[in-house]
């Protein structure tokens, strides 16, 4: 049986098939340019690197997620998965200048920014997700 889990923020669907999309289309020229040819020149090589780092970021991007578990708060960048255990975490915020910068507050005052895409893309607002979020802490830290 899977254990409960609170709030999760991930990019949703539009958005997962437009990162698709970009993947798979920088591939496909990054293939097509460099099979063409049938020696390697500088231009080509130049437009397969730049749509291999595209690919890169389109990847990075389907990775974004933020989920909340009862023992801790599940954060992915695109990088690596961090989790941060709820007795670390001393509250969520969002970037007053901005807006759509949500983040959470953990021990030591160090601000580690939440990478949400419905917030950036104003699909719901950080204010929600703060809330959700700061809920679901409340209830489970320890």
Not at 103 to 125: A, D, H, N
Request: hydrophobic share 40%; charged share 25%.
């Amino acid at each position: 049986m899977s254990e409960p889990t609170g709030p999760v923020y991930r990019a949703s669907g539009p958005n997962r098939a437009a990162a698709w999309a970009v993947l798979l289309g920088s591939l496909a020229v990054a293939v097509g340019v460099n099979a063409g040819e049938r020696r390697a020149s500088a231009a080509g090589g130049a437009i397969g690197a730049v749509c291999l780092i595209v690919a890169f970021l389109a990847t990075s991007s389907l990775r974004y997620q933020v989920r909340a578990k009862p023992d801790h708060l599940v954060v992915c960048s695109g990088g690596r998965v961090r989790r941060i255990p709820w007795a670390e975490v001393k509250g969520f915020g969002v970037d007053e200048r901005r807006g759509r910068i949500l983040y959470v507050v953990l021990s030591g005052g160090q601000k580690r920014m939440l990478p949400v895409p419905e917030v950036r893309t104003g699909r719901i607002t950080a204010n929600e997700v703060r809330d959700d979020l700061q809920r679901y802490w409340k209830t489970h830290r320890r």
